[in-house]
């Protein structure tokens, strides 16, 4: 059985000196290659060299160039970081990334040999309105529009309902697997290759074993839980010591 990941999305969180804590609490521990630390830009390098994977919380959707700010996919791969987050629901609101840019995030990083964690989502009043299933068919199929099959293995999918990011309200199991099972069909139906699907949305140190019993997640994209290092840990060891 393939191997689940717990990935740390720590936001624009944490001062220098809360991060060499943060480092001190999570170094303790041998998290191999199935645990993702991605912190804010600024401290990415405090993490390369580890005994666990980094990734960035974004890239620009250009290749090299004039971007004040930005951070390009080939830069993050000659520091060593291995993944990126891309199409995160926070950046689709306040930064207003389309669907569009996502996709030529996903065809910039995947070619830079970036590994992908490519976010999707809907809206409470898109799920309200019954349109989940229509949505993820979109931001699937818009982002992995002209991408390779042979990439089918530096990608991996995260459903993060929008609805449940830092509210503490989760979907139920079920409609988290439907979900999953959804978003597999759609990608078989596109490459014909199974993919690796993992849930994000208020993951916490108190659900993750109801959310364990869910048989096809992947793992986990966590978001405020990961700011905590003895939270995360708590986590991760349910993960990975499975």
């Known amino acids: 059985m393939e191997k689940k990941i717990v990935v740390g999305n720590m936001k624009m969180n944490l001062e220098a000196m809360e991060i060499e804590d943060y480092l001190m609490e999570i170094n303790i521990m041998d998290y191999n290659k199935q645990v993702v630390f991605c912190p804010s830009s600024l401290y990415l390098p405090y993490f390369i060299g580890r005994n ?85 068919q979109r931001q699937i199929t818009t982002a992995l529009k002209g991408i390779a099959e042979e990439y089918h293995n530096k990608l991996i999918i995260a459903y993060e309902p929008i609805w449940a990011i830092g509210t503490g309200r989760t979907p139920t199991n079920i409609e988290i697997e439907d979900a999953i099972s959804f978003i597999k069909t759609i990608v078989e139906e596109l490459w014909f290759k199974d993919m690796k699907v993992i849930y994000g949305g208020s993951v916490s ?28 840990k708590k986590i991760i060891e349910v993960v990975v010591n499975q």
């Open 52 to 136: 666990y994977e980094v990734g960035s919380q974004n890239i620009a959707p250009y290749e090299e160039g004039a971007y004040t700010g930005e951070i390009s996919a080939a830069q993050l791969v000659s520091m060593g970081i291995g993944c990126t987050l891309i199409g995160h629901s926070e950046r689709r609101e306040h930064f207003k990334e389309t669907d569009e840019v996502v996709r030529k995030k996903t065809e910039i990083a995947l070619k830079s040999n970036l590994k992908v964690i490519l976010c999707i989502g809907e809206t409470e009043d898109e799920r309200d309105d019954d349109k989940t299933y229509k949505v993820l």
């Open 205 to 232: 140190d108190e659900n993750i074993i109801i959310l364990e019993q869910i048989e096809n997640i992947g793992g986990y994209l966590v978001g405020g839980a990961s700011i905590d290092p003895v939270r995360f």
